[in-house]
């Protein structure tokens, strides 16, 4: 149990001062070292690097991409596609345009 002013901060069953386990003592911002329970493999708490860093197989980071397409909005290929109809939608504007400027020049519409 960790102390801070006059509040007792954490479980006391747990993790407490007479704890036997091995600790993380990675240097925290105060420069006191890391009191928290360090992971079997890193010897680091999951705030200090004993986190998972994430897949590391092809197939895994393909996984975890597919996870992540909530809508599709904003793949390559929407993007690509949207860009590609904005620009036929800008070149039939200037169709357009191009023709009301020969009738109005023509006098049939003003």
Same mark, same amino acid.
């Given at each position: ?19 036997? /386990?091995?600790?993380? #003592?990675? @240097? *925290?911002?105060? &420069? ?6 360090? %992971?079997?493999?890193? $010897? !680091?708490?999951?705030?200090?690097? /004993?986190?998972?860093? #994430?897949? @590391? *197989?092809?197939? &895994? ?6 996870? %992540?397409?909530?809508? $599709? !909005? ?27 400027? !020969? ?8």
């Amino acid at each position: 149990m960790i102390a801070k002013g006059n509040v007792r901060i954490g479980l006391e069953w747990r993790f407490g001062p007479e704890w036997p /386990g091995q600790r993380c #003592g990675a @240097k *925290t911002r105060s &420069g006191s070292p890391c009191q928290r329970p360090a %992971n079997k493999q890193k $010897g !680091r708490c999951r705030l200090h690097g /004993g986190a998972s860093t #994430g897949p @590391k *197989t092809n197939e &895994g980071k393909a996984i975890i991409a597919k996870s %992540n397409i909530k809508h $599709g !909005r904003y793949t390559k290929d929407k993007l690509a596609q949207r860009k590609k109809e904005a620009m036929i939608a800008k070149e039939l504007w200037a169709r357009r345009k191009m023709i009301e400027l !020969r009738l109005h020049y023509a006098g049939i519409i003003d």
